[in-house]
């Protein structure tokens, strides 16, 4: 799909310059930008490879006419007009409209107006799908379910029994929602539980064999809510897990069962946070950071990362490190850790010094 420069710029808020009925229908590097495609040169040294007569995006202050553009867009902010630039040119998957052939429905199930259900979508029993929802093929939806207007479940995502998703939800693909939570526990105090009350200290051992706590609560997945591709969401134990309105979830995030995740969060790859812990609002995990088990973390926090979360943080706290402290204290102790081999060589000679002075003596 082509659209005009005036249009482009229309939608993204940004000004423009040039032949604004010039079409474009996506959007490359400058270097490998073809006909019909706008340039990303939003910086000098980008715009030294434009091709004269093209169209280009550019930083606010840059000249179009010293690049010998016919076109251009200037970005006030680069990062925030990429978002809309990407959500003019994306296609989305290809769902076809309708319900396919293929696809297995129970009968009560409600299906709201301009729906499109793909191959081998598999949906139980009393599940709402709202209107314009997306469902792309191998999904399968549990009883009970209720997934909002709007919403784009993408190829081979799992949605068990009782989960509630709000409206304009993305869940990428083969992400598990709703799968039952890690939850065990022993007739008699266990090693873990031991531990806890001695902490470290084994007094004995014995035979313990696990039980298992069913998961009788659900997931609740609030609006704007994106899901990456093989997360997993566990169900609460008798509460729902809950994730807030606009928070984002990365690849490969798991959520423990009762979890509470505020509003615009950010999750990234391979964070896990473990079973009844609570996450404020607009709290970043950046790759890798592990939270403990029930423990909360106040609004507006950044953990780095890698981070390890081992006990209650206060909000608006910046955080690195394993276990986590304030990211300032942890640079200033990986500059000392630097510092330790020239220490140890000046407590080396003076040992020296002291062992030859006593010998002297």
């Given amino acids: 799909m082509q659209i005009t420069i005036r249009e482009l710029a229309r939608s993204l808020d940004a000004p423009a310059w040039g032949d604004l009925d010039m079409r474009v229908g996506g959007a490359a590097e400058p270097s490998r930008c073809a006909p019909g495609q706008i340039a990303l040169a939003m910086s000098p040294k980008y715009a030294e490879a434009l091709s004269p007569g093209s169209a280009a995006i550019l930083a606010e202050g840059m000249d179009p006419d010293s690049y010998g553009l016919a076109a ?7 990062r925030l007009l990429m978002a809309g630039l990407t ?30 259900i793909g191959p081998f979508v598999v949906i139980g029993a009393d599940v709402v799908i709202g209107e314009r929802a997306r469902i792309a093929s191998h999904v399968s939806v549990g009883k009970g379910t209720r997934i909002g207007d709007d919403a784009l479940i ?11 998703m709000g409206n304009r939800v993305i869940v990428q693909a083969a992400a598990v929602i709703g799968s039952d939570g890690f939850s065990f526990v022993t007739p008699d105090e266990s090693g873990v539980e031991e531990i806890r009350r001695t902490l470290g200290k084994r007094e004995e051992f014995r035979d313990q064999k696990w039980e298992r706590i069913h998961s009788l609560g659900a997931v609740e997945i609030g609006d704007d809510v994106e899901i990456g591709a093989a997360t997993a969401i566990d169900r609460g134990t008798i509460r729902s897990t809950r994730i807030g309105r606009g928070t984002k979830l990365d690849n490969l995030v798991h959520i423990g069962h009762n979890v509470v995740i505020g509003e615009d ?3 990234c790859g391979q964070v896990g946070v473990a079973g009844s812990s609570i996450v404020g609002n607009r709290v970043v995990l950046a ?17 780095g990362g890698a981070t390890k979360i081992f006990s209650r943080v206060q909000s608006g706290r910046v955080l690195l490190g394993n276990p986590a402290v304030e990211m300032t204290t942890r640079m200033e102790m990986d500059r000392a850790t630097r510092r330790l081999p020239r220490l140890a060589e000046k407590v080396a000679k003076l040992q020296k010094t002291v062992t030859d002075l006593l010998d002297k003596t």
């Fill in 154 to 164: 993408h190829a081979g995502v799992r949605i068990q029994h009782g989960v509630v």
């Fill in 87 to 116: 959500r003019n040119f994306d296609p989305g998957p290809d769902i076809a409209p309708g319900i396919h052939p293929s696809a297995i429905i129970d009968p009560s199930t409600k299906i709201g107006a301009d729906a499109a």
């Fill in 72 to 78: 251009a867009i200037f970005a006030p902010r680069p």
């Fill in 287 to 303: 790759g890798q950071c592990g939270v403990s088990d029930n423990i909360t973390i106040g609004d507006d926090v950044i953990a």
């Fill in 265 to 267: 969060c950010l999750i």
